[in-house]
């Protein structure tokens, strides 16, 4: 069985507070966007085998999120027999685009699917959630305003079917605690929610995320990103996420050359 994990990206991006617990309370709107992984599983005999191919993925195997997506099902499941899943994987780690954790998140539905557990909607959230505080949001997989550690979600009524997005990936590794150490913990000055309602042409001036401004400080090619893209028509630009990724939001029948002034891959969805 085979699934086609898509990232996201980060509408708005506010730190509001700091947690007992050590994390961070957020909001932001979460839009999924169809740049996508692939995620193959078939039933073998013996022990579970995990396999990747695409963009080298650093770290520890038995740290991913595909691997531990099974584990946690195996426990409430033992039933779920040995698998051997494949990982393509071609969303950027480290980005700011939630890569790693839509192939966890889609390798839950798909062992749900593939061996009819029976899992209900809520129930996978509850998996996903123990995977990481994106997670969930890729079991619903629809514009949302998320908040607390990103992992309450709300459907958003939100739809940018009429453009194209222009993701360009630096290759700059961002520290995540580095960031948050770089940020004052704030409410939002206007809710997220009334801003996406507003046309597009005016998130410009409204819709930000609060890691940019900081990240774009230590390394300038993130505002010069950003601006090729607003003079190449963007109606809207950002970072997402913690970064390094930048996207450009175009209108469907505009043409974008901007790959032609950049040095990074640009990849248009």
């Given amino acids: 069985m085979v699934v086609f994990p898509n990232c996201k990206i980060n509408l708005g991006l506010h730190i509001t507070g700091k947690r007992a617990d050590g994390y961070h309370e957020l909001e932001t709107i979460f839009y999924p966007v169809q740049l996508k992984d692939v995620l193959e599983t078939v039933s073998t005999d013996g022990e579970m085998v995990f396999t990747t191919s695409g963009m080298d993925i650093p770290g520890n195997t038995d740290n991913n999120l595909c691997i531990k997506a099974y584990q946690l099902l195996k426990k409430d499941f033992p039933r779920l027999p040995a698998i051997r899943m494949h990982l393509h994987k071609i969303i950027p780690m480290g980005a700011g685009l939630g890569g790693g954790s839509a192939d966890g998140a889609f390798a839950l539905t798909l062992l749900n699917d593939q061996f009819n557990l029976n899992l209900s909607t809520d129930q996978l ?20 305003f998320a908040e607390g550690r990103g992992e309450i979600l709300s459907p958003v009524s939100l739809n940018l079917s009429g453009y194209q997005f222009v993701l360009v990936h630096p290759g700059i590794h961002i520290s995540t605690k580095w960031a948050f150490e770089q940020l004052t913990p704030a409410k939002s000055p206007v809710p997220l929610t009334h801003i996406i309602a507003q046309p597009i042409e005016s998130w410009k001036d409204l819709l930000y995320n609060d890691f940019e401004a900081p990240i774009a400080r230590m390394h300038p090619q993130i505002s010069s990103i950003k601006n090729a893209l607003y003079e190449d028509g963007a109606v809207y630009a950002s970072m997402s996420g913690s970064g390094s990724t930048i996207f450009g939001i175009y209108p469907n029948n505009q043409p974008v050359t901007v790959q032609s002034n950049l040095l990074h891959p640009v990849q248009i969805v």
């Fill in 125 to 144: 959230i509850q998996y996903a959630a123990m995977l990481g505080s994106d997670c969930p949001f890729f079991i619903i997989n629809q514009p949302c």
